[in-house]
Nanobody
Framework: QVQLVESGGGLVQAGGSVRLSCAAS????????MAWFRQAPGKEREFVAT????????YYADSVKGRFTISRDNAVNTVYLQMNSLKPEDTAVYFC???????????????WGQGTQVTVSS
């Protein structure tokens, strides 16, 4: 298990941009597939994006494709989510996750951050 801490969330206007960061503890960060999920009030946790161990492969939910970019820097044990052209529908708590396999499902990820709130206002 790896400890994850998200940061960078806040209140932004529609059309704006935010970059989230997820810092991981330990020396084995590069062995984990990383992902971002989000959860809006009253809704299930939703897949957003994932990235392979070396950053060579990424995959996005259709709802964010073309607007969000996931990246990672294994030298500093950090994964990022750049969010552009934000919409009110993007309002949610965003969670960073780490796991042993590349997946869009929740259950393969065994380490989770506490989440960071992103609110997109009108």
């Amino acid at each position: 298990q790896v400890q994850l801490v998200e940061s960078g969330g806040g209140l932004v206007q529609a059309g704006g941009s935010v970059r989230l960061s997820c810092a991981a503890s330990g020396r084995t960060f590069s062995t984990y597939v990383m992902a971002w999920f989000r959860q809006a009030p009253g809704k299930e946790r939703e897949f957003v994006a994932t990235i392979s161990r070396n950053g060579g492969s990424t995959y996005y939910a259709d709802s964010v494709k073309g607007r969000f970019t996931i990246s990672r820097d294994n030298a500093v044990n950090t994964v990022y989510l750049q969010m552009n052209s934000l919409k009110p529908e993007d309002t949610a708590v965003y969670f960073c996750a780490a796991g042993p396999a590349y997946s869009v499902l929740v259950h393969p990820y065994d380490s989770w951050g506490q989440g960071t709130q992103v609110t997109v206002s009108s």
